[in-house]
């Protein structure tokens, strides 16, 4: 692995792998429209990556031994990257997610459960459309999947990460139950919670980095060990000083209140080689961190 490609990467745990990425020895050259600078020591390249003609303008006569694809949700777009990054790269490796799972229920779910090269393919469907796709999230993925799975010039990787948690989450799910409890306003949640898989910051960083320096293909789920509803979340933010959780059923259910489970199972990655945390083991850390955070915005 000398050169890496990350497409997006600017924010969040993208931001930590490329630190990461660079830090050992990697050249590392990042891909975004410009919104947030990327970390000293590397290269970026401002492109749009929905600009097909722009994005291999702008990475003319560059080649990479790996990219990583952090903000692939549609079928088009995937299909852009491979025209753009057939001949120039030699590993593919796209950042999935647990909602590619988002019909089924139960679990957990092995990776088996989705082919991604069997998926049909509708790239006729509105995903230019911000609405559409917000709504068709999961189904932009398993699309975005199937288009790279399908006979790929370079090898390809689908990282089926679960709901990430800690660090400089830009989202606020988390906090949104930690303001809640402090100020005692009721949660809304199903009136059945289900489970669902969960991931750190800092080991999807870790699992992203593995995958980019890896030789094995096709889907991985990344999750930690064990799994948890909104109530045990809740329950590790009061831990944390947050205060008592008031429930109520709604239909605006609250950020990690499910319907249905999502629940993954990573056998494969672990027989691969990864290790894997225990949820239990940094939970109470990232709860920590939140309920602290809450207070000083208070």
């Known amino acids: 692995m000398d050169s890496v490609c990350v497409i997006g990467g600017s924010r969040y745990f993208g ?8 830090d050992e020895g990697a050249d590392v050259t990042v891909v975004s429209r410009g919104s947030a600078p990327v970390p000293e020591g590397v290269r970026h390249v401002a492109a749009d990556r929905d600009d097909e003609a722009g994005l291999r303008a702008a990475l003319a006569g560059r ?53 991604a090269g069997a998926w049909p393919v509708r790239p006729e469907l509105p995903w230019r459309d911000p609405g559409f796709l917000a709504a068709h999230y999961g189904e932009g993925k398993r699309q975005a999947e199937a288009v790279l799975a399908g006979r790929p010039p370079f090898e390809v990787v689908a990282v089926r990460t679960a709901h990430v948690l800690g660090g400089a989450d830009f989202t606020g799910r988390l906090a949104h139950y930690a303001r809640r409890m402090r ?9 059945r919670p289900r489970p669902a898989t969960f991931v750190s910051h800092e080991e999807i960083t870790d699992v992203l980095v593995w995958a980019v320096r890896g030789s094995f293909t096709g889907p991985v789920n ?13 329950d590790a933010l009061a831990a944390a000083g947050a205060g008592r959780a008031v429930y ?12 249905r489970a999502y629940a993954l199972d990573n056998g494969r990655a672990s027989g691969l080689g990864f290790r894997f945390s225990e949820l239990g083991a940094w939970l109470p850390g990232v709860a920590a961190e939140v309920v602290a955070g809450v207070a000083g915005c208070a």
Do not use: N
């Open 222 to 234: 990344a999750c930690s060990h064990g799994a948890a509803d909104v109530f045990g979340l809740c």
């Open 63 to 115: 080649s990479f031994d790996v990219v990583l694809d952090q903000v692939c949700y549609t079928p088009l777009q995937a299909a852009s990257a491979r025209r753009v990054f057939a001949g120039r790269a030699g590993r593919y490796v796209m950042t999935s997610t647990a909602e590619v799972y988002d019909r089924l229920d139960g679990g957990p779910w092995a990776e088996d459960a989705v082919d």
């Open 15 to 22: 931001r930590r792998v490329v630190e990461r990425l660079r």
């Open 183 to 191: 100020d005692g306003v009721p949660i809304v949640v199903h009136r």
């Open 248 to 259: 109520t059923v709604g239909e605006e259910v609250s950020p990690y209140s499910f319907g």
